[in-house]
């Protein structure tokens, strides 16, 4: 017996695993002590979720510092 269907939709399924890394990355900042990178993980999930930014950004790799 399968489970039901989930109501989602492909577009919310698509999204949690950016959320889920962003937030991921910020744990992995704050566990190296990197708080500013951390910072600017959490600050690019909430305008992400906040703003309905849904385009892909490719993180330039520059330092916070």
């Known amino acids: 017996m399968t489970?039901?269907?989930s109501p989602?939709?492909?577009?919310?399924?698509?999204l949690r695993p950016r959320a889920h890394t962003l937030s991921?990355?910020?744990?992995?900042?704050v566990a190296a002590?990197?708080?500013?990178a951390a910072?600017?993980?959490?600050?690019?999930?909430l305008a992400w979720c906040a703003f309905g930014d849904r385009s892909?950004?490719?993180?330039?790799?520059a330092q916070l510092d």
């Open 24 to 29: 991921w990355m910020a744990s992995l900042s």
């Open 39 to 45: 910072e600017g993980y959490l600050l690019e999930l």
């Open 33 to 36: 002590g990197e708080l500013r």
């Open 3 to 5: 489970p039901p269907s």
């Open 8 to 14: 989602e939709s492909d577009l919310e399924q698509g």
């Open 56 to 61: 892909v950004v490719e993180f330039s790799g």
